[in-house]
C-alpha cells in the first residue's frame, strides 16, 4: 500500500488518524449532548452545531495564512493539536453551564483551524517531488483512509463510555429518555398515557419501580445528570486521544518537509511571489476578509449566515485579486470546485445531524442477532478479518497467501459466530453507532476504489478530478433518493412533537445503512481527490491558504448545515431529503459542465 510513498506519508496518518479519532468521537455525541444537557431543541442544537462545525474549517483560513505567512508549517500544526487538547478538556469537566461548553468548542475549532488544513498542505508538498507527483490521488486517499479509521472506532467508544457511566449509576440506555425528562420537568408531559409510559420506561432502565410524581420527578433528574456526565468522560477519551498524536508528531515530524520548496510552474518574478509573505499584509487580508463578511452579515440581516457566506465571498475577492496573472486560472478553478463542495458537505455532514435523529427517532431501537454483529465493534472487526482472509484464499495465487487466508477466514470466521450465538433475540441499539458506518466503509472500499482507478488509469480512461468530483454529487443524491423512499410512509416530526405521541413507526436500520453505504462511496468520489487536485493546482505561495480555502468552503457547507435542523419538525420527511437530493444534483450539473475548464487549469 505504501510503495512508492515518502516516510512522511506515514507520520501524517497517524498523527491525523489520532487527532480524528478524539474529533468524531466528541461529533458522534455532540448534538445529543447537547440536548441532553441543556434540553435545545432540535433547531436551536442544530444552529450551535452547525456554528461550531463551521468555525472548525473556517478557522482553517487563519491557521493557512499563518503558516504560508511564516513558512513554519510544522509549527503552526503542533500549536493547534495542543489547543485541541485543551479545548477537549473543558468539555470533560461535568456540570459545565453552556457558555463554558461553547467555549471550549471554539477553543477546539480554533485549535483545529491551525492543524487540519496545514497538515494537507505538508502533505501535498511530500507529492511535490516529481518521484512522486504520479502517487498524488492516491496518496490523499490513504490519508483519508486514516482519518476514517480513527473515526469508526470513535462512536464505539464514545457509546462505550456513556453506557459504562450510566451503568454505575444503577440505569441502562435509553436514547429517547433524556428529551422526555426535561419535558417532565417542564410540565410539558401531562398525558396519563404519556405518563404511564415515562414510568414504564424509568422503571426498565432503573431496574425498580418508579411510580408518582415525587418518584419520576427524582428519576428524571438523575437519569439527565447520568447521561450528560457520561457525555463528558468520552469527550475526555478525546482528550487523550490528542495525546497520542502530539506524540506521533513531536516524535517523528523529523520525516516532514521542513520548507516549502520552489514552484516548478512559477515564471513571474519572486517579489510579484511575495505579495502576502509577510504579516502586516497577513494583517490587511484578514481586515479585508473580515469586512467583506460584515457587510454582507448586514445584506442578509443574518448573523451567522451573513458572516458565513460574507466570509467565503471575503476569501474569494482576496485570493483573485492578489494572484498574478500566471496564477489566476489555477486559482479560478479551485474556487469554483470550492462552490461545489459547499454543497456537498451541507448534505454530508447531515449525518451527524438529521440522519442521527432519524436514527434517534424513526429507526428500530433493537436488532436481532445476526444485524447486531454490525453494532459491536469486536464482532465487526472480527467479521471484516474473515472476509480479509476470504479474499486472501480466493484472489491470490502464492500458496502462503492462500494458507493465511484459510487460516483467517477460519479462525475469525468461528471468533464471529461464537460473537453472533451469545447475543440475544432482540438487541438494544445506540443511535450514534450508525455514524460509525461511514469510516468503515472508507476503510473497507478506499482499497477497491484505488483498484478500479488505477486499472482505468493503465488504459488512460481514468476520470479527471473534476469529473470524479461531479460523480460523487450524482452518487450523493441517489443516497438521499434513499432516504427519501425510506421515509414517504413516516410521520412527519411535527406531527409527533404536537400530539404528544409516546411510539410511531420506526422503519428497519437497512435504509440508514444503506444510505451511509452510498454515501461514502460519493466521499471518495469527492474528498480525497478534491484534496489531491488544491495540493496539486495551488501555487506555492498559496499552499496553505488554499488548503484553507478548501476547508472555508467546507466550513460554509457545514454552516448550512442548519438548513435540516430548521426543517426537520416543519416539513415531512420525505420533502426534506427531496432538498439534499435537488442540491447534489445541481452542483453535479455545475461542475460537469466546467470540466473541460478545470482539466486544462490543472494542466498548466
Not at 505504501?2 to 448534538?31: C, D, S, W
Request: hydrophobic content about 55%; proline content about 4%; some cysteine.
Amino acid at each position: 500500500m505504501l510503495k512508492g510513498h515518502p516516510k512522511g506519508l506515514v507520520v501524517a496518518f497517524f498523527a491525523n488518524m489520532g487527532e480524528r479519532f478524539g474529533f468524531y468521537t466528541m461529533m458522534a455525541i455532540l448534538v445529543l449532548f447537547l440536548q441532553a444537557k441543556y434540553n435545545l431543541s432540535a433547531e436551536a442544537a442544530s444552529g450551535y452545531y452547525s456554528w461550531f462545525y463551521y468555525a472548525i474549517y473556517a478557522l482553517a483560513l487563519l491557521g493557512g495564512i499563518l503558516a504560508d505567512s511564516t513558512k513554519k508549517y510544522k509549527l503552526v500544526i503542533l500549536f493547534g493539536i495542543v489547543i485541541m487538547f485543551f479545548g477537549y478538556g473543558i468539555l470533560a469537566v461535568p456540570g459545565m453551564p453552556l457558555t463554558i461548553t461553547l467555549i471550549g468548542l471554539f477553543v477546539i475549532a480554533f485549535g483545529n483551524g491551525l492543524f487540519k488544513g496545514n497538515l494537507q498542505a505538508v502533505v501535498g508538498q511530500l507529492y511535490d517531488d516529481p518521484k512522486y507527483s504520479k502517487v498524488r490521488d492516491t496518496a490523499f486517499m490513504i490519508f483519508y483512509m486514516g482519518i476514517n479509521v480513527g473515526a469508526f472506532f470513535a462512536p464505539f467508544v464514545a457509546t462505550g463510555v456513556r453506557n459504562w457511566f450510566l451503568k454505575t449509576q444503577g440505569f441502562l440506555h435509553d436514547a429517547s429518555l433524556p428529551g422526555m425528562c426535561h419535558a417532565y420537568l417542564n410540565d410539558k408531559i401531562t398525558d396519563s398515557a404519556a405518563l404511564t409510559h415515562l414510568e414504564t420506561l424509568a422503571s426498565s432502565v432503573s431496574g425498580a419501580v418508579v411510580s408518582g410524581a415525587d418518584q419520576l420527578r427524582e428519576f428524571a433528574t438523575a437519569y439527565i445528570n447520568a447521561f450528560s456526565k457520561g457525555y463528558n468522560y468520552a469527550f475526555g477519551v478525546a482528550a487523550g486521544a490528542m495525546i497520542i498524536s502530539l506524540l506521533v508528531y513531536v516524535i517523528f515530524n523529523r520525516h516532514l518537509p521542513g520548507q516549502v520548496k520552489s514552484d516548478p510552474r512559477k515564471t513571474e518574478p519572486a517579489q510579484a511571489a511575495s505579495r502576502i509573505a509577510n504579516l502586516p499584509s497577513v494583517t490587511v487580508a484578514i481586515g479585508a476578509i473580515v469586512i467583506t463578511a460584515v457587510l454582507f452579515h448586514f445584506l442578509l440581516n443574518d448573523f451567522k449566515l451573513g458572516m458565513a457566506i460574507g466570509l467565503f465571498l471575503g476569501f474569494v475577492a482576496f485570493i483573485f485579486t492578489t494572484s498574478t496573472k500566471q496564477e489566476k486560472p489555477r486559482v479560478i478553478a479551485l474556487l469554483l470546485v470550492f462552490v461545489v463542495v459547499i454543497f456537498f458537505w451541507m448534505c454530508f455532514h447531515q449525518n451527524g445531524l438529521t440522519l442521527t435523529f432519524f436514527a434517534r427517532d424513526f429507526t428500530q431501537l433493537t436488532v436481532g442477532p445476526i444485524n447486531n454483529i454490525f453494532f459491536n465493534v469486536e464482532s465487526m472487526l472480527t467479521l471484516i478479518a474473515g472476509l480479509a482472509g476470504l479474499y486472501l484464499l480466493i484472489a491470490r495465487k502464492s500458496a502462503l497467501q492462500k494458507l493465511i487466508g484459510l487460516v483467517m477466514f477460519s479462525g475469525f470466521g468461528a471468533l464471529t459466530y461464537h460473537f453472533y450465538s451469545g447475543y440475544k433475540a432482540v438487541n438494544p441499539i445506540a443511535p450514534e453507532i450508525f455514524q460509525s458506518f461511514n469510516p468503515l466503509f472508507i476503510v473497507v472500499l478506499t482499497f477497491p476504489v484505488m483498484g478500479v482507478f488505477a486499472w482505468l488509469r493503465k488504459r488512460d480512461k481514468e476520470p479527471s478530478t473534476p469529473k470524479k468530483i461531479g460523480i460523487g454529487m450524482i452518487i450523493a443524491a441517489v443516497a438521499f433518493v434513499v432516504m427519501l423512499v425510506g421515509s414517504l410512509k413516516l410521520a412527519a416530526p411535527k406531527l409527533i412533537a404536537s400530539q404528544n405521541l409516546t411510539e410511531w413507526d420506526r422503519v428497519s436500520p437497512h435504509w440508514l445503512i444503506s444510505t451511509y453505504l452510498i454515501l461514502t462511496i460519493a466521499e471518495l468520489f469527492l474528498s480525497p481527490m478534491g484534496l489531491s487536485f488544491v495540493s496539486k493546482v495551488s501555487p506555492v505561495r498559496f499552499q496553505g491558504l488554499m488548503q484553507g480555502g478548501w476547508l472555508l468552503a467546507t466550513a460554509t457547507g457545514n454552516k448550512l448545515l442548519f438548513v435540516g435542523g430548521y426543517f426537520w419538525d416543519k416539513i415531512e420527511l420525505w420533502q426534506l431529503w427531496a432538498i439534499f437530493v435537488v442540491c447534489s444534483l445541481v452542483s453535479a450539473a455545475f461542475i460537469l459542465s466546467i470540466r473541460k475548464k478545470l482539466d486544462r487549469a490543472s494542466a498548466v
